[in-house]
Structures are given as structure tokens and as C-alpha cells.
């Protein structure tokens, strides 16, 4: 692969080798009859060179632009301009009419100080209401969809480096105070290169799927990975998937898709909603990297997928569980291509004290699945004590740093942030440099990554790492009246209280909501071996979550502490409920006659 | 593993539909998706009471769309929050459909 100095300029030569080839197909909401739409690469070129010849002229090589598009092709071109232009792309959901998605897309705005955005005709004039109605005058609305707005022949290459910036990643942060990471044009060169050598793929290779392309999973893995490779990328939107799960297997069948992937819940829902007859003529047996990532990987997921589609030629070892991050551009580790999925049976109680051992005979157990390996090309993963930053042996749990020229170099404007977290250094080994803090913690046991948990979601509790995760998943288990739940630590003063917060459909409950709680405690108790005071049962939809399904358990802890969370019942130590303002937590007026009148 | 649940009758798109099919329809459904028997599911009971989330609420447009030839908007899960309103909604839509094939 011969040396790009940019992203553009990898596009300018694919577009130049390839031609006429499709560089994407996007499969339209209509289904499997209807005509997909195809982008050649020859189109794909000069449709960029337009829309760059406008933004040079209006004086935007260098600035942010925000893309607002729904997933399809338009999205693509623009993206693309962007790069051929040398302006800062920065991709964002459309808003829609979720008051969240347009709050969340102003804070973008003033924080990359945006100086266009770009987006389809139909949705322009919404657009120019709400950048009116926030105050940014200043912001130029430009539809895309329209026919040339510039002239492909006015264009002119920006000379690109590897150190200027493609675009800004905006996944982390909160509503109001969104982080953007500044991925530069050889972050993303080497990112690509990183995944195509974890994953073994080839230009021969059709990569796709349905993930969003704001999202850095979709746009890096779906989108960038196939124009890197100089192949042809077929893409469909979120909701066609979410809406029939068994499109993204169509897909698979009627294209040869080598390359896909998804969050664990995507695979669940295949198994759970995909039909025999569906499943006719389905022939899953061109793939040979299904990516699983974004959320933690399941055992047991991957165990009914795989029975569930292997009569369809699917390949349990195609199965490709991974790891990485925005901050990574994407891709941190993979699994090993000579084999499937990696399970690793562990001893609960000594993954509590952080350490990977057992399993012991007659003792409760973990199932972990391995996110595989790095490459040394690529990336340096070390496990270090996130107190006093001294790496830890293979074996044990800490916080898992990262190195390499995927890395980005910090979030956009954030430069104390950015020295704590992209500026960190080894006790002892100062010398190797700054690492990445991810705020995972993870173990290495020979070069397996295994991802244990989130550092500021651990609730350290008599010496004991208890996963939030781990206690959720227990109490849901007493009842399936018992929906999300958020389980996080408070600290009154040196001491560590477990608090234990879940969503109850009251009316569906088999027990009543008092011995319900008492139950989780005691559960609690006895698997986890920590006192468990403080139990909340709230109505459903009070659990807080991120646009990509994360339980927001540290917004839920500010939430509880704020007094802000309304129980249908709880149990609350005193020593905790002196630690809300208020003094104590809100109780539900209507719990009991919605529990009588369901009975 | 296989997974019976999933195997739907093939003859919906010839029945009569009444509000009680529909409404049984819907609750095996939505029972599905949230993965409890169909006798909980209450048919007066605000779905969201259930833990009724977006992906589900898309699921149960696809497969509306899958077993009636129905296209619904997304939101219609929040429109119509409850079993019985969704199947008297469902019951509407179709007898439009079928009048207007005539």
C-alpha cells in the first residue's frame, strides 16, 4: 500500500484506479425489491470537487463544517468535500423532533464554532429556523441535493499533511457539554490501515452495514474502511435494520458481505426477531469478520447467534469481538483471525479483587469474552494503576492506556482535559512517552485484551471492584417485571455505599414493590458479598441512557444525589439519605393505585 | 437453538381482522420484543409501563409492515400507547386499505 499524505488524497487515486466501479450501494427503506442507489467512484470524485469549490470560495478550507444528514449517499459526498476542501468535517445526528437531538447539536455548534452546515433540501429549511432561533447568525445553511453548487473544475487541491484535521468526533461528553476529538488525516491513514490488518481485509472484500455514519463505528468501519480498500461499501440506514432485522442478513446474502459488524444488541435482535421464514435462500457463508463492539460483548449472544445461523452457512469463527474508541479513531484490538471468538471462564470473586484467576472448582464464576489483540504496527495496550500510574502484570485489572498513530491527538479546544487523558505517562517509564487514558479498565493476559468495566462506574467497596454491570444484570434476574437499572457508588464521608437503582413495572410484578427490594438486597448480599442499603424502584424510563444505549450511571448518581429521582419504593440508609439535598428521596404518589388496579 | 416464537401464522393477510385478533397478534408481539409471556401484557396499560423502548417500538412497525403489507410511521407505538388503542388503529388502517383496493 503505497503512502498517502491524506485522506483526500487516498480518495483522489481510488477514484482515479477505480472509475466507474461503485464505490457504495445504499439499500433504500423499501426492501428487497426496491432499486438501490449506486455511487461510482468517478461520481463520488466529482460530486466532492463541486461541493469543495464552494466551500473554498466562501472561505471555509480550514473551518468546521457540520454535516446533517440522514444515513445515505449525500452524507458521503459531503464528507468527502469536506476533505477535498480542507475543511473540518463534523458529523452530527439530524435533529429531529426529540428536543434532546437539538440541544445536543447547538452545543456542537458553539463548541467547534461551525461555519456551515451542510444537509438535504427537504430538511434546509428547518435547519435555517432553528441556527435562527439559537442566534448563529453567522452560520451558512448549504443543500447538497439540488444539482452542482459549485465547479468541479474551480477546485483546488489544499495540500494536505498528515497532521491537519479531517474531522472532529463528537461521541463523548454530555447534552451540554459535548467533547469533539480531533482525528487528523494520518490518524485515520493509520486507523484504516489498523482494521484492515486486524480484520485481514482485502480490496477484493465487500464491506458493509447499517450503523449510523455520525456515529465513529459506522463512518470509520462502513463507510472510510471500504474507500481505504478501493472497494465497494453497501450501506442501509439504522431504522430499515431496527424495523427488520433480517434486511442486514439480505444484505449479506445478495451482496457477498465479507465485512459488517454492530453493538451486541444488534445480534440479539437477529435472534430474537428473524423468522424461519425469513431465513429462505439466506447464505451468510461469504463472512469473515462480523465486528462486535460498542457495548459489552456476551457470551451467550455469540453462542445463539452463531447456532441460531450456522445451518445458514454462517461461521461461529467469523465472529470478530474488538475494541476501541473515537478517541482511537476506532480500532484498538481484534480478534485473532485464525479463530473465533475467545471465551475466558474466571473466578468471580477474584475478578472482584481485580485479578483473572480460576476457575475453581464449586465457586462462582465469570464468562469474559477477549476484544483480541493489537497489533504491534499499530498500537502499545499496557494495564497500569490508574492511582498511582504504575503498570500492572498480565493478570491483573487496571485502566487500559493506549499508543499509537491511530491515536488522536485530544478533544477539539480541551487542552486541560486533553494533558490528563491524552498526556499521561508511566510511573517508571516516563521515558516511553504519553499515553491515551481510556477510562476502561481492562486485563492482558498474554496479549488478549479483556474489557472488565468502566474506571469511574467501579464501586470500590471493602477493597472489593464491584461492576455496576455485573449487579444490574443480577437484580434482573429476581423478576422479569424488573426492567434497566443504574448501580452506582456514594461516599459519605471515606465510606463507599452501593446504590442500587432499577426501572419495575409495578403492574406486571409478580411480588409486591417492598419485598421485591428485599429480595434484590438480600441477592445482593449473598452474590456480591457487600451490603446493599440502598434500593430505588422507579418507573420505566427514568434510567438514564446515552444516544448509543449506555446506562448513564454517573449522570444517575448526580441525579439521585440532587434529589431529582422519584421512587415508587425505597430503602435508603440514613447516612445516604443525609448526602441528598432535600433529605430525602422523592416518593411516587400514584405507585400504589396503578399496582391495585392491574392486581 | 431454534426459536418457535418467532414463526408466525402465514394467513394473516386473508383473515377478517378484528380488534380481539389484533390485539392477541399484538400482544405476542410486543411480548417478544420485551421478552415476557403475552398474559402480562395488559391490553389497557400504557406500553412505556412496560419498558416499551424505541427499538422495540421500530420492531413492531416492521413487523406490521411484515404480516399486515401495513407501513406505519415509528411513531405510532406513542400515538396509540396501549394494546387496545394500537389494534383499533390497526383495525381502521386496514379496513382503509381493503376499501380502497376495491
Known sequence: MAEFGSFAELVLTRSDERGDADAFVFLSDGGRGAEPERLPYRELDRSAKDLASWLQEHGLSGRQVLLLYPSGLDFIKAFIGCLYAGAVAVPAPLPSEQGQHFRRVSSIVRDARVGAVLTLGQHSADVQAWLAAEGFSDVVTLATDRGPVGAAGAWRDPGLSRDDLAFLQYTSGSTNSPKGVMVSHGNLLANEAAIARSAQNTSDMVIGGWLPFYHDMG???????????????????????????????????????????????????????????????????????????????????????????????????????????????????????????????????????????????????????????????????????????????????????????????????RPEVNAEVFGARITGQEELGTWLRTGDLGVLEGAELFVTGRLKEMVLINGRNIYPYDVESAVRGLD???????????????????????????????????????????????????????????????????????????????????????????????????????????????????????G | MSVPATDRPTSTQHTEHSVESLSSWLA???????????????????????????????????????????????????????????????????????????
Request: glycine share 10%; hydrophobic share 40%; with cysteine.
Open chain 1, 219 to 413: 463512518l470509520i468501519g462502513h463507510v472510510l474502511q471500504p474507500l481505504w480498500l478501493g472497494t465497494v461499501g453497501v450501506l442501509m440506514s439504522p431504522v430499515s435494520f431496527l424495523r427488520r432485522p433480517a434486511r442486514w442478513l439480505e444484505m449479506i446474502s445478495d451482496y457477498g458481505v465479507h465485512g459488517t459488524g454492530g453493538p451486541n444488541f444488534a445480534y440479539d435482535l437477529c435472534v430474537r426477531r428473524v423468522t424461519d421464514a425469513q431465513l429462505e435462500g439466506i447464505d451468510l457463508s461469504t463472512l469473515r469478520t462480523l465486528c462486535n463492539g460498542a457495548e459489552p460483548v456476551r457470551a451467550e449472544t455469540i453462542r445463539a447467534f452463531s447456532e441460531r445461523f450456522a445451518p445458514h452457512g454462517f461461521r461461529p469463527d467469523a465472529f470478530f469481538p474488538c475494541y476501541g474508541m473515537a478517541e482511537t479513531t476506532l480500532l484498538v484490538t481484534g480478534t485473532r483471525k485464525e479463530r473465533g471468538a475467545l471465551l475466558r471462564e474466571v473466578d468471580a470473586s477474584g475478578l472482584e479483587r481485580g485479578s483473572i484467576e480460576g476457575p475453581y472448582l464449586g465457586a462462582p464464576t465469570r464468562t469474559l469474552v477477549s476484544s483480541g489483540v493489537a497489533n504491534e504496527e499499530d498500537f502499545d495496550v499496557r494495564v497500569v494503576d490508574p492511582n498511582s500510574l504504575v503498570e500492572r502484570p498480565g493478570g491483573q485489572v487496571g485502566e487500559i492506556w493506549v499508543r499509537g498513530s491511530s491515536v488522536a491527538s485530544g478533544y477539539w479546544e
Open chain 1, 480 to 598: 422479569p417485571a424488573i426492567g434497566a437499572g443504574a448501580v452506582f457508588g456514594v461516599d459519605s464521608g471515606g465510606q463507599e455505599h452501593l446504590v442500587v437503582v432499577h426501572e419495575v413495572r409495578a403492574a406486571a410484578l409478580s411480588s409486591d414493590l417492598k419485598t421485591l427490594a428485599t429480595a434484590a438486597q438480600r441477592l445482593i448480599v449473598r452474590e456480591f458479598a457487600v451490603p446493599a442499603g440502598n434500593v430505588l424502584l422507579v418507573r420505566p424510563g427514568t434510567i438514564r441512557r446515552t444516544t448509543s444505549g449506555k446506562i448513564q450511571r454517573t449522570l444517575m448518581r448526580k441525579l439521585f444525589l440532587s434529589g431529582a429521582l422519584t421512587a415508587l419504593h425505597s430503602v435508603v440508609e440514613p447516612s445516604v439519605t443525609a448526602l441528598i439535598e432535600g433529605g430525602e428521596v422523592t416518593a411516587a404518589v400514584e405507585a400504589a393505585p396503578s399496582l391495585v388496579a392491574v
Open chain 2, 28 to 102: 405476542d408481539r410486543i411480548a417478544l420484543y420485551l421478552q415476557r409471556s403475552p398474559s402480562e401484557i395488559a391490553p389497557s396499560v400504557p406500553l412505556a409501563e412496560y419498558g416499551l423502548d424505541s427499538v422495540a417500538a421500530l420492531s413492531l412497525c416492521g413487523d406490521i409492515e411484515e404480516d399486515f403489507d401495513l407501513v406505519l410511521e415509528p411513531t405510532v407505538a406513542w400515538d396509540y400507547p396501549t394494546i387496545d388503542a394500537l389494534a383499533g388503529h390497526l383495525v381502521e388502517e386496514l379496513r382503509d386499505v381493503q376499501s380502497e383496493a376495491r
